[in-house]
């Protein structure tokens, strides 16, 4: 049986994105599912064949991307992108009974939660105490264990794992809010036909360097989907550049975009060719 690691603990967004990905590719089960308590440690952890897979978080629709994942990824050689999935994030009230909002006295939840439901919070429950956990899995543990009128905000999963009351549904301020997942394993995955590519791209601090890197994908019309920086971590001020584009990356048109980064001392660090991810894999 495969080990799959994921950021947990259960009732995490995380494990609950999980639960929907294996329902789509049920060609990864059996599995034996670990969970970890940071991103590191699980992408660590698959690097060192602790566990077959990572399912991580890379970006997200309002709060943008996972800085951890990213900077992760760029320092392990070698571990790959192999599948993606984009995973609605709705944050759900959770109370043990059913209860008047205007009786809810306390709401524990992670921070980006609160920060994500502020408008629900302040038109609703103004009257709360709100109270930051380190997860919305820890927040539903919390008023799983008690009697009281309190609250948690959460993922609909975390409601099924401590048998809570779902009292409300899609409490956060934004409508559109997905969570960009990615599993991540020790081999590159096959071409699919419509595939994108990841990689990391670092070239000298100098004036056009950026242009010098978009410019290869222009000249062989290579959609660029995502660019994102992050700091080098070396030199205050110096930057990597996470891109992701169409293709495969054993294209003719990528290798001919990788031989032009040679010649022009630019360093590409493959993180993953794979299929891309469409939104009629959604279980919703």
């Not at 990615?182 to 995955?189: F, H, R, S």
Request: proline share 6%; charged share 25%.
């Amino acid at each position: 049986m495969k080990r799959m690691g994921y950021l947990g603990p259960k009732g995490s967004f995380s494990e609950e994105a999980l639960h929907y990905f294996v329902q789509v590719h049920q060609d990864l089960l059996p599995l034996d599912y670990q969970p970890f308590s940071t991103i590191p440690r699980l992408l660590l952890a698959c690097d060192r064949k602790e566990i077959d897979w990572a399912f991580v978080p890379l970006e997200n629709s309002t709060e943008g991307q996972m800085g951890v994942t990213m900077d992760t990824l760029g320092q392990i050689q070698e571990l790959y992108i192999t599948r993606e999935f984009v995973h609605p994030v709705d944050h759900c009230l959770l109370t043990p009974e059913p209860l008047p909002l205007p009786e809810i006295q306390r709401v524990y939840a992670h921070e980006q939660a609160l920060a994500q439901c502020r408008e629900f919070l302040d038109t609703h429950l103004a009257q709360a105490e709100q109270i930051p956990c380190f997860s919305t899995a820890e927040a539903a543990g919390k008023i799983s264990s008690v009697r009281e009128p309190w609250a948690a905000i959460g993922p609909r999963r975390a409601a099924q794992l401590y048998h809570l009351h779902l009292q409300e549904e899609r409490i956060q301020d934004g409508v559109l809010n997905a969570t960009r997942f990615v599993l991540v394993g020790p081999q590159l995955a096959e071409m699919s036909g419509d595939d994108k590519t990841s990689f990391l791209v670092t070239t000298e601090n100098s004036p056009g360097s950026l242009y010098r890197i978009l410019h290869e994908l222009a000249v062989r019309r290579i959609n660029m989907t995502r660019i994102e920086s992050r700091p080098s971590k070396q030199k205050l001020g110096e930057y990597v550049f996470f891109i992701d584009v169409d293709g495969y990356v054993f294209s003719p048109a990528i290798q001919e975009v990788l031989e032009a980064f040679r010649e022009k001392s630019v360093f590409a660090k493959l993180l993953g060719s794979y299929a891309k991810a469409h939104p009629d894999e959604s279980v919703f």
